[in-house]
């Protein structure tokens, strides 16, 4: 079993720039074993995938929201996942989630297995 931390959230400016990072561990945990990804979801809104990093071939993807000004990244040594967040608009606030999975690809981050406890990003206008 993976244990997800997500961090650097926060209260920012629309057009600023955040970074959260996702650490991952686990007694059993292997990163390169595993896809990991982001999520968000705002208050009365569905949960909406924002970027994943595939464990077969470490091939990126982004939701439409994020192309273009997001950029998700890891560090093997670390075992952490970043996502890079810039020119960041007032609809971007929301909990921002890491999620794991040893045998599923992106193309299934929503049934992820492994999510962490999330981080609050709030973009003020």
Sequence with gaps: EVQLVESGGGLVQAGGSLRLSCAASGST???????????????????EGVSCINFIDGT????????GRFTISSDNSKNTVYLQMNSLKPED??????????TLTCYYLAHFGSWGQGTQVTVSS
Excluded at 29 to 47: C, H, L, M, N, V
Excluded at 93 to 102: G, H, K, L, P
């Design 29 to 47: 945990f292997t990163f390169d074993d595993y896809s990991i990804g982001w999520f968000r979801q705002a208050p009365g809104k569905e949960r």
């Design 60 to 67: 990126t993807s982004y939701g439409d929201s994020a192309k």
């Design 93 to 102: 606030t929301a909990v921002y989630y890491c999620a794991a999975d040893r």
